[in-house]
């Protein structure tokens, strides 16, 4: 095994929140960031509608706040919000100097609208932003001297005082151990401080728009190490993915709502979102999606239309350029006609407990972004508030670092990876059989509407896979994927407790067994 690589600082990840943390440490400290695969695949570039921050005359950062808590069904931490909010316009400032060349009205930012915003407030690059973010810090990032950007290495697990050449229980965390996909073998990675910006665990469910790469692995690593999660239970479900049997995850961005577009049952035409909430379709997104879940089930649809068309081809080719093309290309022109769609898994509200630096409960250990759970978001993310997130929390990881720097020690020798007691495995289909039969069973047992009797159906499956699955990862080799199908497991695992421990409805959580929501937002927060 080659020497370990050492940094002062280690990021884990690639995306907004990863490379906001770089760009911000880089000037003084020398910092190694990893991706598991290509640098710009996790969720960051596939982000459509935008980035929400208080510029249109007459908004204000309370109306945010507002409109934040109330989506997140009180469940927010009131200065958490009140932080990312207020922070909101300078990051956007500070992505325009990156030259992210967002839509413009004059010398002002276009503002679009999205669902539970009382006002104007998304800032957008057309429908996909989260593209022309990714070019702009990755580009800025490739440029910096003292950024070492390494694709292909597929983080296992942190590397903590259990790991010392002289064992200490004190629960540090010096870096991670990761496979090198070129290679096939695990290196070690130090640092004084480690930073998890991993994204989410929307490959969890059978149906999700984000990327192949959201299986949870910085949450299951940070939970393996011995930090808290919380409020796994609270996952987003977008109401409108395409339905389509060839192309399963692709978005259309809520913008397409808040421009106007109208959710229609497809054999009528009939405009049904009024009659679940007077904000129609600009209800925050687990009331709509919990609205068309119930018109399919109820009609036994295979999906609901999202019409936009009355706005006109001029209108939609300027706002929805990117989202026209790739319909138009699936034989769908949404100027002339509605556009097939059905919720799907979108955002992972929960995470690792993060305080307001972006401090884990792991001394060394920090985490931004989807992985985490700062308390801004609540029991239900509101539209376009996550990669500000990303922006403020990869910021906050970055000061906190630099202002305690001296209280971080250098990492002490760690041991190599011991591969000498596994094999190859000749078991290959073992991972892709658990793999698809944890996806089925979250989704169908563990979705938009859910039951006691389902979660605990889901608990014992998981219990059952449990045992299988370490006993694989115990016999043979890592590979990615019994690494991913591991961290899938483990995340699926805190979904359903946390779940069950939740005895009401509130925000993205709804059971039939407690339909009501409880007068106190209570935190469901796990300890290892
Ligand atoms: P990501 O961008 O997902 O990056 C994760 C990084 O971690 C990747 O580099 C990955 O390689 C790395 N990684 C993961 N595991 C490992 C491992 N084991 N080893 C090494 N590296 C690892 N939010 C908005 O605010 N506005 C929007 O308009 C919007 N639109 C969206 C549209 C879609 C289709 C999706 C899926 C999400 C959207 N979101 C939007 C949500 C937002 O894009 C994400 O929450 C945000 O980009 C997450 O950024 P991140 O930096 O936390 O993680
Ligand atoms: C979208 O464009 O609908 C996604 C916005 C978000 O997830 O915040």
Redesign the pocket.
Known sequence: MPDAHTSDILI???????LTAALNLADHFKVTV????R?D????????????AVLEPGDTFESHINDTMIAGAGLNDLATVEFVVENAPKAIARLTELGVPFNMEGNAPHLTREGGHSHRRIVHVDDA??HAVQVALQTAAEAHPNIRLIPD???VDLATSKHEERYSGAGHVWGVY?VNRATGRVELFTARATIL????A?RTYLFS???R???G??IA?AWRAGARVSNMEMMQFHPTCLYNLDVKNF?I?EAVRGEGGHLLLPDSGYRFMPDFDPRAELAPRDIVARAIDHEIKRLGLDYVHLDISHRGADFINEHFPNIKEKLLGLGIDMTKEPIPVVPAQ??TCGGIVIDIDGRTDLPALYA????SESGLHGANRL??????E?FVFGEACARHITDHWEDLPPPPRIRPWDESRVTDSDEEVVIKQNWTEIRRFMWNYVGIVRTTKRLERAQHRIRMLTDEINDYYGHFRVTPDL?ELR?LLQTAELIVRSALHRKESRGLHYTLDYPEMLPEAIDTVLVP
């Open positions: 884990i990840g690639s995306g907004a929140a990863g990893l991706a598991k695969g640098l695949e996790g969720s960051t570039a596939w982000a459509q509608g935008g980035i929400a932003t989260g290495m597929v983080c990761a910006a991993t994204g989410g929307g728009t984000a990327p790469g959201a299986t692995d910085g690593m978005l961005t979108h955002y931004a972004g989807e992985c539209a376009s508030n996550s990669l500000l990303c690494i961290n």
